[in-house]
């Protein structure tokens, strides 16, 4: 089973993407959703979290996010700890709920799989790339936050084109060209790659 990434910017719409290749029968691991339930259930982390960032961090043994949020809000060196804490558990979830999977391919959804070391288990990656000013649009719109605040955000991450000069493949979702004939073409080429005997090679 080959195990792709799937990544791109803030906005750039690789959840949407993701659930396009989940209408295709394929498995996607939601990078963020998985670090919400290890931030909750993992009592390693947990507590590793409390030792960090106090006992505000956790409410009757439930995440704080609020609390979190506003404890390494802007504060780049108070993220990279926080990202420091949860990525290694979450690339290790990951792990796992890969080996589980019995697909021709299945596919990790993240924000940061360059920056938190997490290709290094995947075999191909795939980016998704939207312009600047429609990332910015989306976020805005989607999470109710200001355009500084998105550009804050862009700051935690690799800049678009070293995201996608890392990536095997890329998904321009630009509101030009339709997505879903691309993710199609590509689901083909990794159910091909997949079924190779002698192993999938770099195309």
């Known amino acids: 089973m080959l195990k792709i990434g799937l990544t791109g910017g803030i906005g750039s719409g690789k959840s949407t993407v993701g659930h396009i290749f989940e209408v295709l029968g394929v498995p996607v691991y ?4 998985a670090a919400k339930r290890v931030m909750n259930d993992n009592a390693e982390l947990k507590s590793a979290i409390t030792g960090a960032f106090g006992d505000g961090a956790y409410q009757d043994g439930h995440l704080n996010r609020a609390y979190l949020a506003g404890a390494v809000f802007n504060d780049t060196e108070k993220i990279q700890i926080l990202n420091s804490l949860v990525h290694p558990v979450t690339i290790r979830d990951a792990a796992d ?30 980016g998704v790339s939207s312009p600047e000013s429609l990332r910015i649009q989306r976020a805005m719109e989607r999470d109710k936050i200001s355009a500084d605040a998105v550009m804050s955000r862009m700051q935690q991450q690799l800049n678009e084109p070293e995201k996608l000069r890392l990536c095997h493949y890329i ?7 339709m997505v879903i004939p691309q993710v199609l073409a590509l689901h083909d080429k990794l159910i091909a790659m997949a079924s190779q005997p002698a192993g999938p090679s770099v195309q």
């Open 30 to 33: 939601y990078a963020d959703v």
């Open 97 to 126: 709920w890969f080996g589980q999977q019995r697909a021709p391919y299945a596919v990790k959804e993240a924000a940061l799989i360059f920056e938190s070391g997490a290709d290094k288990m995947l075999d191909y990656v795939i």
């Open 171 to 177: 998904i321009f979702n630009d509101e030009r060209q």
